[in-house]
């Protein structure tokens, strides 16, 4: 059974950086991604971030690039999310994901965020609050 368990989040002020990280685990096939997703209060889900393990291919939403770096330490299985220059508009339960590596593209996760709801494995999330 694939888990997956995010840490890191907190309180920051505006201009800020946190690290996210989740550990994963039960994985019997490599070519998988890791996401990032975050919901804010009356908000729907969006992708943030993603790395595939197998060639460590990224993407960025366009709202955090520059700003977040993806990671993957596979020697420990863990995804880092570097967040620098935070926004108050950055404020979310950020959670972690695991999915075909296909679905992390250049797609973009807006077009293959059903698939990783659907179909992907979740962690609990942590909260990031970012004030201003």
């Known amino acids: 059974e694939v888990q997956l368990v995010e840490s890191g989040g907190g309180l920051v002020q505006a201009g800020g950086s946190l690290t996210l990280s989740c550990a994963a685990s039960g994985f019997t096939w490599d070519d998988y991604a890791i996401g990032w997703f975050r919901q804010a209060p009356g908000k729907e889900r969006e992708g943030v971030s993603c790395i595939r393990r197998y060639d460590y291919s990224t993407y960025y939403a366009d709202s955090v690039k520059g700003r977040f770096t993806i990671s993957s330490d596979n020697a420990n299985n863990t995804v880092y999310l570097q967040m620098n220059s935070l926004k108050p508009e950055d404020t979310a339960v950020y959670y972690c994901?695991?999915?075909?590596?296909?679905?992390?593209?250049?797609?973009?996760?807006?077009?293959?965020?059903?698939?990783?709801?659907?179909?992907?494995?979740w962690g609990q999330g942590t909260q990031v609050t970012v004030s201003s």
């Open positions: 994901a695991a999915d075909k590596g296909y679905y992390c593209s250049g797609y973009g996760l807006a077009a293959t965020i059903s698939h990783w709801r659907d179909f992907g494995s």
